[in-house]
């Protein structure tokens, strides 16, 4: 969640750090800082709680200057987001490091430092990490070797820059459990947490592996696996713009990637469905004979992307006749997992760098599944490496935290992979048909997003509503579920989903005449069911938003507002109906004087537990 930056150049880095910092804001933070050495003045730090915009000013008001740095931004784990938690954390005036992660026995070794003199200043856990470092170069210890001998004792998962004044020219990068990318310049390199910092600045890109320690200067760079061995990492061009992270003319970074989604599902499918098939080797080069031996699914994901693995239950299920499983990942990872024959497990992020998710791949692993499978939107994440095989949604990059484009391009590899599955097992005229319903999706999604202004007025209702109700029925569940995730994360109306034929089971206790009720109405099989639910609903003063089909034959009654959907075949109509939620969120959101992109204490790639 946390942002890194380093960098090591001829010229002034401080605002360069600054700069590529701004490019990590989508990450979720609530501090900020730099390092920089100076030659004259040796360590200069400046530090702020709050937005980059305060960092720059401090800077413009207390100039630093220096060709190496680092930089951060911090969302808060241990400790409260102040300025004297921020980062860098540096000791003894000598040695600076920013940090990603979670160090887990923090507690253990910040006493055992007491006991040898050292004074904590922070609630951190990333001080003890410096202090220990601190003590490794104390005792005679090269840099290097100080810093593998600390990262040795820590427990966790983690991503560090550190400078050394006793060494100035380097800075060392470590990677245990969190992603480090060195960006590869002319005269000057550079270290992220993610490439798009680095964009502006370099295209050229190594990733480090699991437990890789580099050291960069603004000439070279080394490369140590956890043994200090010398390696060699590729390196690797990058085909993003530095302006995909812009917004393009959109007032949000939100609203610009909900009306992305017709290219980005277009994109997604570009060669790799056919006349009447999905080509099966597109989820990798052995795809077919392994799904060939598959006899049931387990889902592993969380937030959105669990929400997606909910609607693709229902798919594998009904058209690949395959049992499915859909756990969230942080649940999956701690109970006693009995692994049935002939399992595919199948992940979803987008980042790929979700903890739990991919702490769950890690553990499905060593279980013998018979086969791992990332469904994922970064081609260069641990999810994707450490897969057996890959499917690769072409989202883009995605900067606002609450996911509109990721989602919607998961759910379209998703009934892919339903399609590429049942194309191993069986044959018949029902899947030729979904083909086609693949290839109508972009079509479909661009006459949905014409419902922008009418949802615009629809979302004043909820300005006076603290409280809103999403209802659907089969797999619309899952969708509710969605739209009320969307509508709390980013308007902070209390939002809740329900399987509308659970309501007299409890729910119906919680309506009134100031509920809003969001149903979401497919021309189904459980249409007429879900109609006689809205009326138990109206019979105790809810007010009725419902997004149907427009030859779904509602009728106009008080407390009733349809929002007419543009006709389309039920087998997309998840993705399809993913839109007016997405936009009704983001509307509301507006109204309500949110930030956007950017929703207090959340974070867009949630790399710890």
């Known amino acids: ?105 923090f507690e253990e070794l910040r006493e055992k430092l007491k006991t040898a003199g050292y004074k904590f200043q922070t609630e951190t856990d990333t001080e003890v990490i410096v202090h220990l470092i601190h003590k490794y170069t104390k005792a005679g210890n090269d840099f290097i070797h100080a810093v593998h001998k600390a990262v040795q004792e820590l427990s966790g998962a983690f991503a560090l820059n550190i ?57 070279k760079v080394d490369i140590f696996n956890d043994d200090l061995e010398s390696v060699t990492r590729q390196i690797k061009i990058s085909t993003s713009s530095q302006d995909a992270a812009d917004q393009g003319g959109y007032r949000h970074f939100m609203q610009k990637e909900i009306f992305e989604q017709p290219k980005v599902i277009a994109d997604t499918l570009d060669e790799r469905i056919g006349k009447d098939q999905v080509y099966v080797e597109t989820f990798g080069s052995n795809a ?11 889902i592993v994901a969380c937030g959105t992307s669990y929400h997606a693995g909910l609607v693709a239950q229902n798919w594998l299920e009904h058209y690949a006749k395959l049992p499915c499983r859909v756990e969230i990942a942080s649940e999956f990872r701690y109970r006693n997992i009995v692994v049935e024959p002939d399992c595919l497990f199948v992940t979803i992020s987008q980042s790929g760098e979700t903890a739990d998710t991919l702490a ?59 399609l590429a599955l049942a194309q191993t097992r069986f044959k018949n005229k029902a899947l030729t048909n979904l083909v086609k319903q693949l290839k109508h999706i972009p079509k479909a999604i661009e006459a949905a997003l014409l419902l922008d202004e009418k949802i615009l007025e629809l979302a004043e209702r909820f300005t006076s509503k603290q409280h809103a109700y999403f209802l659907g029925r089969g797999i619309s569940c899952a969708l509710a579920m969605e739209g009320a995730l969307k509508m709390k994360e980013i308007s902070y109306i209390h939002a809740e989903s329900f399987p509308a034929g659970e309501l007299k089971h409890g729910p119906l206790a919680l309506i009134d005449k100031n509920s809003l009720i969001i149903v979401i109405a497919p021309n189904d099989e459980l249409l007429e069911k879900l109609k006689s639910n809205l009326h138990e609903v109206r019979a105790r003063g809810g007010e009725l938003i419902i997004i149907a089909d427009e030859n779904s034959d509602f009728e106009q009654k008080p407390g009733w507002t349809i929002l007419p959907m543009p006709t389309h075949a039920l087998e997309i109509a998840p993705i399809v109906y993913a839109i007016p939620l997405q936009l009704l969120a983001y509307h509301v959101a507006v109204l309500m004087g949110t930030d956007v992109d950017r929703p207090r204490n959340l974070a867009k790639s949630v790399t710890v537990e």
């Open 163 to 219: 400078l050394n004044c006793a060494e100035p020219n380097k800075i060392i990068a470590v990677r245990y459990g969190s992603p480090i990318v060195i960006g590869v310049g002319i005269e000057e390199n550079f270290i992220a947490s993610d490439a798009i910092a680095l964009l502006p600045v370099t295209n050229q890109f190594i990733y480090l592996e699991e437990g890789d320690i580099a050291v960069v200067s603004k000439k």
């Open 288 to 298: 077919k004979k392994i799904f060939g031996k598959i006899k049931r699914i387990q």
């Open 1 to 105: 969640m946390c942002g890194i930056i380093g960098a090591a150049a001829e010229r002034n880095v401080a605002a360069i750090l600054v700069e590529c910092l701004r490019r990590l804001e989508y990450r979720g933070y609530d501090s900020a800082g730099i390092a920089i050495f100076n030659q004259k003045k040796g360590l200069e730090r400046i530090r702020v709680a709050g937005k980059i915009d305060k960092l720059a000013q401090k800077i413009k008001s207390h100039p630093v200057s220096g060709n190496i740095g680092i930089a951060h931004t911090r969302w808060a784990t241990h400790g409260a987001p102040t300025e004297n938690n921020a980062h860098p954390h540096i000791s003894h005036n000598s040695i600076a490091i920013v940090h990603n992660g979670i160090i887990e026995n």
């Open 360 to 418: 769950a791949l890690r553990m499905a692993k060593k279980l013998k599944f018979a086969a791992t499978l990332a469904i994922c939107n970064a081609p260069e994440s641990s999810l994707v490496r450490e897969s057996d095989l890959v499917f690769m949604v072409r989202a883009g990059i995605e900067v606002g935290v609450a996911s509109t484009k990721a989602f919607t391009a998961q759910l379209t590899a998703l009934l892919m992979l339903t």
